[in-house]
DNA sequence: GTTTATGCAAATTCTTTGCAATACT
DNA sequence: AGTATTGCAAAGAATTTGCATAAAC
């Protein structure tokens, strides 16, 4: 995906693309696993963490990311990848590993639709699985 | 519950019930919704929130409480509800509320047993709702 | 020239640990 | 006495904000 790519997806939610967010969102785009913002900061040598960090918190607000709370103290984040924004259909599941602490994407698991008490308005679902992952396991 | 129930509770899975430990897990019985260990400390006054923190950790190890993250930046903790300890059957969804910040359980909403990819060992599943509480959807 | 974004520094919050004092058996 | 628990203080880590500079329009 070019920079004009990125540029016109950031602008199509409403976010002026600066070179600094089209690098952010460029380099979350290259990430196997969603990264904490310590992990981009050191990924992006130009970059100050507190503007990273601004820039996440844009893009998390417009639907450009999403957040995952995976338990290992710091939130992480990967891109979107519906069609051009985040819905629950676009969502899956993910897997943090207690061994090695790292936090898979499980894009074939599906988040299973929850049936809600009346009132409650769901608009964004973390489904979150904790346990050895294969690596791990095969070294115990 | 009386004291006993709680100590004997914690004996059976190996805790040493002091005075300590069954306040807090006393107090964590009366909190409706999960509970940072800043809250915890707020309505514990004797108590120093490392020791509580100490107590918490022991409790989580043990299978005696949950731990929620929800996204707000702090850990949240409730009680088990099964009946000797915690089991994937036991836990149960959450709700956060975007708006008020303040994190509901959803007793009746089953954790959705996952299909997962082989060689990952699964033991823990956080399943988490994210939108806006009744209460604060009345006042929008 | 006005508005917006960035970099730097520092404050805030949450979590975690070291160590001495206390309580338990 | 010997071990385990607690309180206090402080370190560590992650997040968040204030403000001055720099860039964009």
Redesign the pocket.
Known sequence: MTSEDIASRLSGRG??P????ILVYKTLMDCVRPV???EIDDKMV??????????L??LLQQGLIHAIEDG????RYEVCHGHDHCSLDDQHAHFFCTVCQRTFCLHDVGIPHPMVPGGFHVTQVNYLLKGICPACYREM
């Open positions: 976010v002026k600066t070179a600094m967010r904490s913002l310590r130009t970059a100050e963490r507190s503007t990273i960090f601004r820039t918190t844009l290992s103290g710091a939130v």
